[in-house]
């Protein structure tokens, strides 16, 4: 697939993925959801896998893969589905929008070509201030709105951090391998904590679908695609697709789940977003220019 459209079919995917996750958790519990999403995601990626005759080795180095992309998958996806349940659906797309500053930060600090530019520290502020807004938002709601910001906020340095560390282990599989590796790792723990929560007595049908939604499109679909394009693309631009997801995300929430926007939130997403086109283009900036020659004069 062409690396465009690849592009282009995440950026949906994601867009819709924050209104799924709190579906799929709607009346069985988000334990049970997004087990049930990775259970059905895992058999849809073994199977596309073994009609595509895709490798999927178990050597040392392939573990290591698996393990960098399993893990980080557990821990952001539990920590989504766990702070969903107490926070409007588009408010994930909002938080996860904080995705390319905080890969670059641990792209400075595993990378070693990656460094910061003017543009890019004006754009971590206008982004941090962003989400400061978000922040204040939340304690105007009940007490466990922070609480599900700050999972959030956990869960994109999570993702950001296992994107950075498979660039750097630079996995020759494709990106379909090193997703059901990935899932192969995580399913089980996903699993494990389901059942440590019980089951539930019967699953709705809007939590039915969006856990099948989920499971076809976000895991068997999104994830070799979100591989795919770490693999031909550099870590801190595939998650500029979160430039565009927000404000999706936000319209979706509303038009769909009766979600109420109000003026603060927008204003911290129009901060994010901001913050992220100067981190992309700050370099064309006039002051960019001068930050460039300041460092280049000598002492």
């Known amino acids: 697939m062409p690396v465009p459209a690849a592009f282009l079919l995440v950026m949906m995917i994601w867009s819709t ?3 799924g996750i709190q579906w799929s958790g709607a009346g069985v519990g988000y334990e049970f959801g997004v087990a049930a999403r990775m259970c059905i995601g895992l058999v849809a990626l073994l199977i596309i896998t073994r009609v595509l005759r895709k490798p999927l080795p178990f050597h040392r180095h392939a573990l290591l893969i698996y393990a ?40 400075i600090v595993l990378l070693p070509e990656s460094r910061l530019s003017a543009g890019k520290l004006s754009g971590m502020a206008l982004g941090l201030a962003g989400l400061a807004v978000v922040f204040a938002e939340s304690f105007h709601l009940d007490s466990a709105s922070w609480l599900g910001v700050l999972g959030v906020c956990a869960a994109a340095a999570s993702q950001s951090f296992g994107a950075v560390l498979l660039k750097k282990l630079g996995p020759s599989l494709p990106a379909i391998s090193v997703t059901t590796g990935s899932l192969l790792l995580a399913t089980p723990l996903f699993v494990a904590n389901s059942l440590f929560h019980g089951l539930p007595d019967a699953i709705p049908d809007r939590a039915l679908f969006a856990i099948v939604y989920l499971a076809l499109m976000g895991s068997a679909i999104g994830f ?76």
């Open 224 to 299: 070799p695609l979100y591989f795919y394009l770490l693999q031909n693309m550099r870590a801190e631009r595939v998650a500029l697709i979160t430039l565009i997801t927000p404000v999706t995300a936000l319209l979706l929430g509303a038009g769909l789940n009766a979600e109420v926007i109000s003026a603060r939130v927008w204003l911290g997403t129009a901060l994010i977003l901001a913050g992220l086109a100067i981190y992309e283009y700050g370099k064309y900036l006039p002051f960019s220019k001068h930050w460039r020659r300041w460092k280049q004069t000598p002492l």
């Open 17 to 19: 993925t924050p209104l």
């Open 68 to 107: 960098a992309g399993g893990l980080p998958i557990f821990a952001a996806m539990t920590l989504v589905y766990s702070s969903a349940q107490h926070i409007p659906s588009g408010w994930i797309s909002v938080i996860f929008g904080l995705s390319p500053l905080l890969t670059s930060l641990f792209a």
